[in-house]
Nanobody, 123 residues
Framework: QVQLVESGGGSVQAGGSLRLSCVAS????????MGWFRQAPGKEREGVAV???????SYADSVKGRFTISQDNAENTLYLQMNSLKPEDTAMYYC?????????????????WGQGTQVTVSS
């Protein structure tokens, strides 16, 4: 059973930075897609960024140039470095995982989810 535990959320002023971490355990797949999603109150869950086993990445247009997804395979940890944060980035951020090579920012295709970590950006 795959388990995902996020950390690193918090409150920051606009223009600031945060780094989210997600420690994964319980999987032995050679091919896995990992991603970060976010959901603000009253809005649908949005795919922020994903990364596959070959380190290929995909970002939402709203975060390109500001956010960077990366992974440390030795530590089974996924990261999301968030710079130049804006109030509209305020949301609950979730780490997710999907077995297999196919990797896209579509929440319905991810099987495993963390509990979420809150990010709040004030103006």
């Amino acid at each position: 059973q795959v388990q995902l535990v996020e950390s690193g959320g918090g409150s920051v002023q606009a223009g600031g930075s945060l780094r989210l971490s997600c420690v994964a355990s319980g999987y032995t797949y050679s091919s896995i897609c990992m991603g970060w999603f976010r959901q603000a109150p009253g809005k649908e869950r949005e795919g922020v960024a994903v990364i596959d086993s070959d380190a290929a990445t995909s970002y939402a247009d709203s975060v390109k140039g500001r956010f960077t997804i990366s992974q440390d395979n030795a530590e089974n940890t996924l990261y999301l470095q968030m710079n130049s944060l804006k109030p509209e980035d305020t949301a609950m951020y979730y780490c997710a995982a999907r077995q297999g090579p196919w990797c896209a920012r579509l929440a319905n295709y991810f099987s495993y989810w963390g509990q979420g970590t809150q990010v709040t950006v004030s103006s």
